[in-house]
């Protein structure tokens, strides 16, 4: 089957830095994303990796290896507005994509 | 602002009665897609349509359709609403030609069914 693997929740301080994991398995690999949602509001588009390595974009970056299923975010200086659901989504064979459950960020002052 | 535009936020709704779930946006996207959010989840696709006049289903279609009479709109329909379709329903749309395919999300209808 297809599945997407992400820690439930996460608890970092002010200022730090975090990393949240994805593994996926799926049927043919075109594409990763991670979005972020806030509680009560619809996700938002943060980053897109189809290409093995790391990239960067202001406090975020997001890596990935294909040949490991693996990718993660990297939150650094966090601030309390990064308190969220943190979702990796696979696009597979058919172009569609598989979500993972997410990852619910709490950051503590 | 350009954007999707859902209706209604949230609605509760008797078992057994229809219900159409409206979904609008104005960025001339090709691509549009229904969600459904539950507690513990992933994101799971109901249906979407590459296009205006066609539509496909994704990995939880029963019980549900959709119509896409043209690009703008794209409303899901519960002919006969049971308890467990009570979920958050997102509606998306994205620019096939940017490659990435990356997804507009509206702000969500929240659906109790009773």
């Known amino acids: 089957g297809q599945n997407i693997d992400q820690p439930t929740e996460m608890t970092a301080t002010e200022g730090a830095i975090v990393q949240i994991n994805c593994t996926y398995q799926?049927?043919?690999?075109?594409?990763l994303f991670w979005y972020q949602q806030h509680a009560g509001e619809a996700p938002t588009f943060l980053s897109y990796n189809v290409l093995d390595g790391l990239e960067e974009k202001g406090r975020f970056s997001s890596f990935l290896s294909r040949s490991k299923g693996y990718s993660y975010l990297l939150l650094k200086e966090l601030q309390m507005k990064d308190s969220a659901s943190y979702l990796c989504?696979?696009?597979?064979?058919?172009?569609?994509?598989?979500w993972g459950a997410g990852t619910k960020l709490i950051i503590k002052p | 602002i350009a954007g999707i535009t859902q209706a209604p936020t949230s609605q509760i709704l008797a078992a057994g009665r229809r219900m159409t779930l409206r979904c609008t946006q104005d960025m001339r996207h090709n691509a549009m897609y229904w969600y459904r959010q539950d507690l513990g989840l992933g994101l799971r696709l109901i249906h979407y349509?590459?296009?205006?006049?066609?539509?496909g289903k994704g990995e939880v279609p029963d019980g549900y359709s959709v119509s896409r009479a043209n690009t703008d709109d794209f409303p899901l329909t519960l002919a006969s609403a049971v308890p467990s379709q009570t979920s958050v329903y997102f509606c998306a749309s994205s620019d096939e030609a940017s490659g990435a395919n990356v997804l507009t999300f509206g702000a969500g209808s929240r659906l109790t069914v009773l």
């Open positions: 989504a696979v696009k597979g064979s058919n172009y569609q994509l598989i």
């Open positions: 349509s590459n296009t205006a006049g066609t539509t």
């Open positions: 799926t049927s043919g690999f075109n594409g």
